[in-house]
């Protein structure tokens, strides 16, 4: 709760930040829109469904914070790090109640008027599946998100520069995640690339739930998929802050 408070005034510190970071996402979901209806133009059912998923993949987008890896990479630069740790703290889940701080407190400052804004485009004339089974990929996808990025935070040990690394990630993981345009949409050889890659269960599996995958067994095989990559990421954070720890052991003599 302390986070959350805390990240909640720091928001609104900046009112003028808050409401061009609105106006922001409200131009760039309106620009997609259009550019799905030139491109179908003489097809009213996909532009329906291009228009859903645009507004739902930008919506699903602010439950993957990224600032983890930045604030863990000035705490390695700046030796804060080493010093977190003789505190009583675990230094993961505070990282992580700071950014669930963040997503709730931009949720609320953003998310919710650009739902008021574009929900006659969210309802129309349409059905949504699994709604609870979305809820629960878009949170577990939020854990594997974080420990990507809480990884990339870790390499700060190496990379002394991390931020267009992470940059690079982000637009990947946009794009190679469906978070831009389905993977149905995208060239051959790189969806197949996006079908064995972690990414597409941030945005393309809890989508494709909402807007029609029917099959439970399908369905499924993909929860499990999901939390086999959640467990595999644990582990090689685990590893990777094993390796970082005894490189601070080193440096301190």
Same mark, same amino acid.
């Given at each position: &709760?302390? +986070?959350? !408070?805390?990240?909640? !005034?720091n928001?609104l510190v900046?009112?003028?930040?808050v409401?061009?970071?609105?106006?922001?996402?409200?131009?760039?979901i309106a620009?997609?829109? &259009?550019?799905?209806r030139v491109?179908? $133009?003489?097809?009213i059912?996909m532009i329906?469904y291009m228009t859903?998923?645009?507004?739902i993949?930008?919506?699903?987008?602010?439950?993957y914070?990224?600032? #983890?890896?930045m604030r863990? @990479?000035? !705490? #390695?630069?700046?030796?804060?790090? @080493?010093?977190?740790l003789i505190?009583?703290?675990?230094?993961?889940?505070?990282?992580w $109640?700071i950014e669930?701080?963040?997503?709730?407190?931009?949720?609320l400052?953003c998310?919710l008027?650009v *739902?008021v804004?574009?929900?006659?485009?969210?309802i129309?004339d349409?059905e949504y599946?699994n #709604?609870?089974?979305?809820?629960?990929a #878009?949170?577990? /996808?939020?854990?594997l998100?974080?420990? *990507?990025?809480?990884?990339l /935070?870790?390499?700060a040990?190496?990379i002394i520069?991390i931020e267009?690394i992470g =940059?690079?990630l982000d637009d990947t993981? =946009?794009?190679m995640? %469906?978070?831009f345009i389905?993977?149905?949409l995208?060239?051959?050889?790189?969806g197949k690339?996006?079908?064995v890659?972690?990414?597409r269960?941030? +945005?393309s599996f809890?989508l494709e739930?909402?807007? /029609?995958v029917k099959s439970?067994?399908?369905? &499924?095989?993909k929860?499990?998929?999901?939390c086999l990559?959640i467990f595999?990421?644990?582990?090689?954070?685990i590893?990777v802050y094993?390796? @970082?720890?005894k !490189?601070i @052991?080193i $440096? %301190? /003599?």
């Open positions: &709760m302390y +986070y959350f !408070k805390t990240t909640f !005034k928001s900046y009112r003028w930040s409401f061009f970071s609105v106006g922001r996402l409200v131009l760039l620009i997609n829109i &259009m550019l799905w491109l179908y $133009q003489n097809n059912t329906s859903r998923y645009t507004i993949s930008n919506i699903i987008m602010m439950f914070s990224r600032g #983890v890896h863990l @990479a000035e !705490k #390695v630069t700046s030796g804060d790090f @080493a010093i977190d505190r009583p703290v675990n230094l993961f889940f505070m990282f $109640q669930v701080s963040g997503i709730i407190s931009n949720l400052l998310g008027p *739902i804004i574009y929900f006659p485009f969210i129309g349409t599946y #709604v609870l089974l979305v809820i629960i #878009v949170v577990l /996808g939020h854990i998100f974080f420990m *990507i990025y809480y990884l /935070g870790l390499t040990f190496i520069e267009p =940059r690079l993981i =946009r794009l995640a %469906g978070g389905p993977l149905a995208l060239p051959s050889y790189l690339i996006a079908n890659l972690p990414f269960y941030l +945005y809890p739930l909402l807007l /029609g439970v067994g399908n369905i &499924m095989n929860f499990i998929i999901l990559w595999i990421f644990a582990f090689i954070n590893c094993k390796i @970082a720890i !490189k @052991a $440096q %301190g /003599g």
